[in-house]
């Protein structure tokens, strides 16, 4: 048997006729850049996140760098974020200037841990940057306390949980800015690159909207230094087609999870397969991911038998963010952030697509119990 960890094959087919005559109006229109579609979109993306404004962008990583730049985070200050993430993350806070400053995570969660944040504000620090990793909210009502606190923007890096709710609140309507991505392997994808920032705060929409085009507000007329952050109007129209689906396919990626969860319980595995413990967690997860933790240092030889036996699996992420190459700069060290350390060497994300048939689900975990019992 094979099983891939993401196969979008079946969705498309589904939706193939409606998404090629949605891309042959646009072609007919000629009209490719923002435009009706896009405003469309963000009309429908305010309906479903809870959201005021939206605003489309070129990706999840400019949504990220456009709300910094709306904020005027740059040199000299400091933004608050987890070392277990995307890269994206911490590159767009590197991206604007700014230093990226980490706390560690919740084991549990895998998400930025509120009671490590408190101890690494400064008079520098500008903004906290939660993600809502694998489809799971981050304590939002712990994070926008602190940042209430200490009078800090929170950005949401929503990329991985669109639909995702904390205490009925969804992601992307808690902070300052909520950032998705509509990358093709989320939840929600695009046939390309493509983002948007929500906002409930209109004086922040209209400076996003400036800021997507060159800082241009009449033409030609520049009032900030901004940049091309424009989505496209085939990737709107393609997103409003898919949209419609998305909580059907939240659904099935649940019903995924609960029997992974039931075939676990019921496995030889015992305390060698940790999956995700959600009897304290207060929302909706989206489950962009299902990640387990493989206990004692069996991670990387679990992942190559499941490859060998055709299972797909991924690590996300291998090397926190702290430890790249690229932030050395940083002075952090290995060591730093123990909790995160430790998930990047237990972690290991298995097939949840809403596709997956239930046989294909026990053989995933029956090939588990071989590789580890
Ligand atoms: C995917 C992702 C991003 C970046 O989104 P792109 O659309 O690929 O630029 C940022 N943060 C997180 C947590 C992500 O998963």
Not at 34 to 60: F, R
């Amino acid at each position: 048997m094979r099983v891939p960890l993401l196969d979008l094959r079946e969705q498309f087919a589904g939706l193939k006729d409606e998404i090629l005559k949605e891309i042959g109006e646009v072609c007919d229109s000629q009209m490719f850049i923002l435009g009706k579609k896009v405003e469309k979109l963000e009309s429908e993306i305010n309906e479903y996140c809870g959201t005021k404004y939206s605003c489309g962008v070129t990706s999840g990583s400019d949504a990220l760098i456009i709300a910094l730049m709306v904020e005027g985070i740059g040199a000299g200050d400091e933004v608050i974020t987890t070392p277990f993430t995307f890269f994206a993350t911490v590159g767009a806070i590197a991206r604007v200037g700014a230093t990226p400053v980490f706390a560690d995570i919740d084991p549990a969660t895998f998400n930025i841990d509120p009671l490590k944040i408190e101890e690494k504000i400064t008079k520098k620090t500008k903004a906290i940057i939660p993600v809502h990793l694998f489809g799971q909210c981050a304590d939002m009502d712990k994070i926008n306390a602190i940042a209430a606190k200490h009078n800090l923007i929170v950005i949401e890096d929503a990329c991985q949980a669109i639909g995702s709710e904390y205490r009925s609140r969804r992601a992307g309507s808690m902070g300052h800015y909520g950032c998705f991505s509509f990358f093709p392997s989320k939840n929600l994808g695009c046939f390309g690159d493509g983002g948007i920032v929500t906002t409930n705060d209109a004086e922040r929409y209209e400076k996003l909207k400036i800021f997507r085009n060159h800082g241009q507000g009449a033409h030609y007329i520049h009032k900030y230094i901004g940049g091309n952050f424009r989505l496209d109007s085939l990737q709107a129209a393609i997103l409003s087609i898919k949209l419609r689906e998305l909580d059907k396919w939240t659904e099935g990626r649940q019903r995924n999870a609960a029997i992974y969860t039931r075939l676990f319980a019921a496995s030889k595995l015992g305390g060698r397969v940790t999956p995700p413990a959600l009897a304290d967690f207060p929302g909706r997860h989206i489950y962009n991911q299902y990640c387990i933790l493989v206990a004692d240092g069996r991670r990387n030889e679990l992942k190559q038998y499941l490859t060998d036996n055709g299972v797909g699996c991924n690590v996300y992420y291998p090397l926190c963010l702290h430890e790249q190459e690229c932030f050395r700069s940083l002075g952090y060290k290995k060591g730093d952030f123990p909790v995160s350390e430790k998930t990047s060497e237990e972690i290991l994300a298995l097939p949840i697509y809403p596709e997956l048939q239930t046989e294909q689900l026990e053989y995933v975990v029956s090939t588990i119990e071989k590789a580890l019992c």
